[in-house]
């Protein structure tokens, strides 16, 4: 079994409102040290062993898991660790 | 200028009715070799130099960002590289 570790970010230039909304609430409770937030999105998916494993995890998240006009991802695969 | 990278996940044992929904999605469009989704928050931020970082990280956490009773945060600092 495989760990794939997802991350999807919102492209450079796309308006974050959610971001923004973060960064106030800091402001509010004191933090103005904080310059910006980007909020995006984190998702760890266990897969079964495959060889084209990297290949399928692309096309997920190019179909599903994130929005190809307005967001980036980035993923890495680690073994999963028996316990 | 600092980044902060938080990673906000569901602790172990908490249920992720968002990561069902992604799992089933995937199943759906073919994907029978995801066995497990879980879903959870990414953000980076833009923090002004001081020497308290960690702390102060923390404590955003622990107070606003993420919700410790059912979740765990973990973040790291790196250097803001200028353009």
Redesign the interface.
Known sequence: ?KKVLI???LKEGVLDPQ?KA?QH??ET?G?D????????????????D?ASIEQ?VET?CE???ANPVIENYSYTVEEVVPL
């Open positions: 079994m991350h999807i970010t971001g973060v609430s800091l409770l933090y040290t904080v310059k910006e937030v980007r909020v995006g999105k984190y998702m760890e998916l266990v897969v079964e495959d399928q997920m179909k599903l898991l």
